[in-house]
């Protein structure tokens, strides 16, 4: 069984950056892809940027692309989100979450393990 948290999230001025982490414990598998999404009040769930298990593919949402980067360190169990670049409607709740396979996905569906999430305010 896996188990995500993720940590980093707060308050911060239009054009700042801030690092997410996830942290995974229990039956952690450097093989999974993971993924990070967001929510925003009202709004359905959305795509972020996922990672391969490996670490050597990245994926991005359009709307992140050139300001978020996604990467892991395997050894210390660990994803991390950078968020530079940020704008207002970077606000939400961020989760991470952990695929099946190695295989990297930009649907939430295929994702079975989820965060609680940490929320980020970009104010303007």
């Known amino acids: 069984q896996v188990q995500l948290v993720e940590s980093g999230g707060g308050v911060v001025q239009a054009g700042g950056s801030l690092r997410l982490s996830c942290a995974v414990s229990?039956?952690?598998?450097?093989?999974?892809?993971m993924g990070w999404f967001r929510q925003a009040p009202g709004n359905e769930c959305e795509f972020v940027a996922a990672?391969?298990?490996?670490?050597?593919?990245?994926y991005y949402a359009d709307s992140v692309k050139g300001r978020f980067t996604i990467s892991r360190d395997n050894a210390k169990n660990t994803v991390y989100l950078q968020m530079n670049s940020l704008k207002p409607e970077d606000t939400a709740v961020y989760f991470c979450?952990?695929?099946?396979?190695?295989?990297?996905?930009?649907?939430?569906?295929?994702?079975?393990?989820w965060g609680q999430g940490t929320q980020v305010t970009v104010s303007s």
């Open positions: 990672i391969s298990g490996s670490g050597g593919f990245t």
């Open positions: 229990g039956r952690t598998s450097s093989s999974r892809a």
């Open positions: 979450a952990a695929a099946g396979t190695e295989v990297v996905f930009a649907t939430s569906a295929r994702y079975g393990v």
